[in-house]
T-cell receptor, first 114, second 116 residues
């Protein structure tokens, strides 16, 4: 079965420190991977995607993600966290059986403390 | 550019009552999705439309849920009758083309349903 796993329900980090939100995937074939962010009482917003090419993908708001095929991971990173980055982050993978469907992880709540 | 618009934002009903949610996608977006997000979970696809055609409704509980997208623009998701387990946030999203090409869904703010 195709899936993504986000092993951490919550990540806490101090403002100015680097942050990592973890995601691992399980798919057959080459994955298409995505990160979305959900601010309180708002819809999900696209951050970045990996389809092919460079393993380091840069996205919105200074976020980046590294695709690691050997570890089947796609961790979200940011060099210096901001309080305004506090939100719910979802990793997603395209369903290989249905190329227009996303399978989302359970989400990781990022809390950035001043 | 206006985003995906959903209404109502919040709805509280008693079980066995009907409820309907409306979605207006971004202009020009042919693909429309309805997702359900339970508390503490990621969104799960209910139904996907390509223009006015439902191309994937395998996860839609057809005994009580129905959806339509007349004229390939706005869409309505209906639940009748609602059950306690239907309490969730119902998200509408749209995209300009296939995920393989554009890689991005645009989501509305969601409709939060509480069934008492």
């Amino acid at each position: 079965a195709q899936s993504v796993a986000q092993p951490e329900d919550q990540v806490n980090v101090a403002e100015g420190n680097p942050l990592t939100v973890k995601c691992t995937y399980s798919v057959s074939g080459n994955p298409y991977l995505f990160w979305y962010v959900q601010y309180p009482n708002r819809g999900l917003q696209f951050l970045l995607k990996y389809i092919t090419g460079d393993n380091l993908v840069k996205g919105s708001y200074g976020f980046e993600a590294e695709f690691n095929k050997s570890q089947t991971s796609f961790h979200l990173k940011k060099p210096s966290a901001l309080v305004s980055d506090s939100a719910l982050y979802f990793c997603a993978v395209r369903d290989m059986r249905d190329t227009d469907k996303l399978i989302f992880g359970t989400g990781t709540r990022l809390q950035v403390f001043p | 550019e206006a985003g995906v618009v959903q209404s109502p934002r919040y709805k509280i009903i008693e079980k066995k009552q009907p409820v309907a949610f409306w979605c207006n996608p971004i202009s020009g977006h042919n693909t429309l999705y309805w997702y359900r997000q339970n508390l503490g979970q990621g969104p799960e696809l209910l139904i996907r439309y390509e223009n006015e055609e439902a191309v994937d409704d395998s996860q839609l509980p057809k005994d009580r849920f129905s959806a339509e997208r007349l004229k390939g623009v706005d869409s309505t998701l209906k639940i009748q009758p609602a059950e306690l387990g239907d309490s969730a946030v119902y998200l509408c999203a749209s995209s300009l083309g296939l995920l393989a090409t554009t890689g991005e869904l645009f989501f509305g703010e969601g409709s939060r349903l509480t069934v008492l």
